[in-house]
């Protein structure tokens, strides 16, 4: 992964460097704090490691067969998502906590991912219902996450139930497996999202020229 060329968009080189992918490798060798993603990144990275070579396939025909099976994806971080969900929640409420406010919230998600944006912003409107009415309750209204990964959006319905048990609360909760962007005939008044993180993902030329702008 780090010494080997290969080709690639633009010749034969190394992979670019990623934050992420390095992160990933610095846990797993160190044996702390590994997570769920660092362990599917190291069987994507065999895999693709083994279909060059033994079954000498280009780099992108074996990336795109490894995702497949092995979908590397890294979520926003805990404590970033906190910081977003809180500030979405004072823009939204500009310091008027009502129950009709409260109600009213239409909180989507584009890409929820494994809902560690979505579930703990849904956590903090459960609280707020107490606050403001003396007891917990649910409006099932309040959130939509969108995903492609059809086990993420598993993995987050079953973290959802599990949550509203938490506050001896009933009801579905609306993740769906679907491209967010495709979402069409509804209206949110609060969209969630994790910072533009920007990786070249092997594709320095294409990122080179945003990093070159204001966004970048």
Known sequence: VFIK???LYGGKRRFDPDYDMAESFRRLREGKNI???????LKHERLEYELMNKKHMSYQEAHRLAEKKYNYQVYTPNKIAEKINLIALEKYFE????YEKL???RALDLSCGNGNLLLP???SLILLSKDISGKYFYNPLWIKGCDINEEAVNLTKRKGEELLKKYSLKGSIDIENIDGLMLEGKKY????GNPPYLGEKNNREVFQKIKNTSFG
């Open 5 to 7: 060329e290969h080709e």
């Open 35 to 41: 997570q769920e993603h660092d362990l599917i990144m």
């Open 95 to 98: 310091g008027e906590i009502t």
């Open 103 to 105: 109600m009213s919230v």
């Open 121 to 123: 912003f849904l956590e």
């Open 189 to 192: 008044n609060i969209v969630l």
